[in-house]
């Protein structure tokens, strides 16, 4: 994973609160076995829409996506993350997340900021007064800046601290392996096992 | 410490916990078992590929196929070549990683929250992991299931734990008993209407109260299914003797010794008196009607002798806003009773509602009458094994002879990834889980329901209730 600073990109104002994942990315494009190429999946069915907000030339090239509360609820499918990430976002603000998106989120290098919902609207306002206009993102400081406006966003400090870093998260738990070991040594002997099958 | 009151959820988490996290650092949780299905792992096994690294524990790990698997022709190559290679995908990874796979046409095939308790692997006391949100369904046996992306999926996969924040809990007190004709599919989508489809998040719930003890293992199952609608990480129910008794004898289920251990165990799980939630919730069961959904969250849900609710009755502008929008996309005019919503296709299935139970209930209110001429109905079980019980029970020729398509098992047409999808603008009364826009196909409209409406609303051909039919 790369690491993540500082960022300065496109603003998209998403006026809609509840964003499920079936409308971030429909289940038709969950058939594929990759882990690229879901730019075309991305919001797939409003794109359709001429009016809606991507298919805006200012918009178009997105890569700071403001939207309503409770952003990503319903299905875990990654492939929402990763469908915003090819299309080119690097960070989303809302004044909710839902926590699976979230965690997802953390995994692929999106940053995922909580604002309050008055800085959701301020900065809606902002970049509709100036539709293309770039936000800044400051992970350091944990703030979103577009021009004047500058606005505080939370995010769980772990997750923050291993985007600053870069880490992945398999090489930081087995560095705890041991751990695991004397863990697996102390299971009662009820637990369940898939291995050998019985029927 | 030791004599501190805990709940259940803090129970399992505490005698899970690998290493306590520090400095703000999530705790390192042991998972006990995590299923697996085509959709959410091709691109975690390439990751294990890529790194070189192999699964720690595929005793632990079970697969079956189940998203976008046919649930007509089974016995025939996969006709959608995309679908086809993602099967094969799986297949493939299982036997690469040596996990035990349940594919289609094996009796032990079906959604994977159905295969996991009707196999006796999944316990009370135990974590149990799938990337799939739905995996809170486990929960109705007092485990801590959570629903995971493909990242994490890799990770259980890698190292059989999970780096977890520690939740918040929220006690979901159900007192009474519920009216004829009213199922846990009405009490858990009251509760999302109540609480709101982000009121969970953060939290365990915890469903407890004289209306939950009574309720059978299937029926726990739907409502804990449902706790990722109200944004909630898991759900759960305290284990107690009908918990024991379904599990008693099933295939995976422990044995002499080792069952004795297990229950003596379990009995210490429920939640001790004193315990604090950090926040409590009430529903009287004694006044629960059919709940049924008139928008596209899972929140925007009435009573079914509700009308359609006008967008200013809701306060938060937000909301306000939203239920402008899912009525335009449901096509709905405020103040219209929800009973004289007319539907085209009524679905009876998914990990909420595709238990045997379901499919005896709705099959006992058919039984002997005619379906409505402009409805189709799909009745997709939950499993090959819920397949082989319903028709050995003769099931099948009541659903049959009503004129519902009997097919294989599947998640089918509750997200519609399958060829079981609605048409552009269709309307469905739906026993699954999520009503989004778009969910069961492009342009289509969803009408959460519970068996029983499901099945009165086959009959009618309008949202309605058993006790509708009795009224003719």
């Known amino acids: 994973m790369d690491k993540f600073t500082r960022f300065s990109g496109v603003g998209v104002p998403l006026r809609r609160s509840n964003v499920d994942t079936d409308q971030i990315i429909p289940a038709v494009y969950l058939k594929r076995i990759t882990k690229t190429g879901f730019d075309d999946a991305l919001f797939a069915s409003w794109r359709n829409d001429p009016e809606f907000i991507l298919n805006q030339d200012a918009y178009k090239h997105g890569e700071v996506l403001v939207a309503g509360p409770d952003f990503g609820t319903g299905s875990s499918r990654e492939h929402a993350v990763w469908a915003l990430r090819d299309y080119g976002f690097k960070a989303v603000l809302s004044a909710k997340f839902a926590d699976i998106f979230r965690g997802n989120a953390g995994k692929q290098g999106l940053v995922t900021g909580e604002i309050s919902e008055s800085d959701t609207e301020k900065l809606w306002t902002a970049i509709e007064a100036n539709p293309g206009v770039k936000i800044e993102i400051d992970l350091i400081k944990k703030v979103a800046t577009l021009g004047d406006l500058s606005v505080p966003f939370a995010i769980d400090e772990y997750t923050r601290w291993r985007l600053l870093e870069g880490l992945d998260d398999i090489g930081l738990t087995l560095r705890d392996e041991a751990a695991i070991t004397a863990f697996e040594a102390k299971r009662p002997a009820w637990m369940p096992k898939t291995l050998p099958a019985r029927h | ?472």
């Not at chain 2, 009405?186 to 609480?195: E, G, P, S, T, W």
């Not at chain 2, 939630?277 to 009573?303: K, R």
Request: charged letters at 20%; a negative charge.
């Open chain 2, 1 to 472: 410490m030791t004599n501190q009151p805990l709940t259940l959820a803090e129970k399992v988490w505490n005698d899970h916990l690998v290493a306590k996290g520090e400095n703000g650092a999530p705790d390192l949780l042991f998972i006990d078992l995590h299923l697996i299905h085509e959709v959410t792992s091709p691109q975690a096994f390439d990751g294990l590929r890529l790194a070189g690294r192999s699964i720690r524990r595929p005793d632990l790990t079970i697969a079956t196929e189940d998203h976008n698997t046919p649930t007509v022709d089974i016995d025939k190559p996969i006709a959608d070549p995309t679908s086809r290679t993602q099967i094969e995908a799986l297949r493939y990874n299982a036997k690469e990683f040596g996990i035990r796979i349940h594919s289609l046409g094996d009796v032990e095939q079906g959604i994977v929250h159905v295969v996991g308790p009707q196999l006796g692997l999944t316990m009370p006391g135990i974590t149990v992991v799938c990337g799939d949100s739905h995996t809170s369904t486990h929960g109705a046996f007092g485990a801590l299931a959570i629903g995971i992306g493909t990242s994490e999926v890799e990770h259980v996969l890698a190292t059989q734990t999970l780096p977890l924040k520690p939740f918040k809990t929220m006690a979901i007190n159900v007192e009474g008993t519920l009216r004829k004709g009213v199922t846990a599919k009405d009490i858990i989508l009251a509760v999302i209407a109540k609480i709101g489809t982000g009121g969970g998040q953060g939290y365990v719930l915890e469903y407890r109260g004289s209306a939950i003890r009574s309720l059978s293992m299937e029926a726990r199952m739907t409502i804990c299914n449902m706790s990722i609608e109200a944004g909630a990480r898991a759900g759960m129910v305290a284990p107690d003797e009908i918990t024991f008794e379904y599990l008693k004898g099933r295939a995976h289920a422990p044995q002499g010794k080792d069952w004795e251990d297990a229950v003596e165990y379990w009995k210490s799980l429920p939640t001790d008196d004193g315990a604090t939630f950090d926040a409590e919730v009430f529903l009287d069961a004694n006044i629960l009607d059919p709940f049924v959904t008139w928008g596209t969250n899972p929140g925007q849900g009435v009573s079914l002798n509700d009308v359609v609710p006008a967008p200013s009755s809701f306060a938060d502008p937000n909301e306000n806003a939203a239920a402008q929008r899912a009525l335009e996309y449901m096509d709905l005019v405020p103040g219209t009773k929800m009973k004289d919503i007319k539907v085209d296709t009524v679905f009876l299935g998914s990990c909420t509602n595709s238990r045997i139970e379901d499919l005896r209930a709705a099959a006992a209110i058919i039984n002997g009458k005619k379906k409505s001429d402009h409805v189709r109905m799909l009745v997709v079980p939950g499993s090959a094994r819920v397949r082989l019980q319903a028709e050995q029970e003769g099931l099948d020729q009541i659903f049959k002879d009503f004129g519902a398509e009997w097919r294989f098992a599947g998640c089918s047409m509750c997200l519609g990834m399958n060829p079981d999808q609605l048409a552009p603008g269709e309307r469905a009364a739906s026993t699954s889980n999520r009503n989004f826009e778009g969910r069961q196909g492009k342009g289509a409209r969803t009408h959460l329901v519970s068996p029983l409406v499901a099945a009165a609303t086959a009959i009618r051909g309008t949202l309605s209730a058993p006790s509708d039919l009795e009224e003719n």
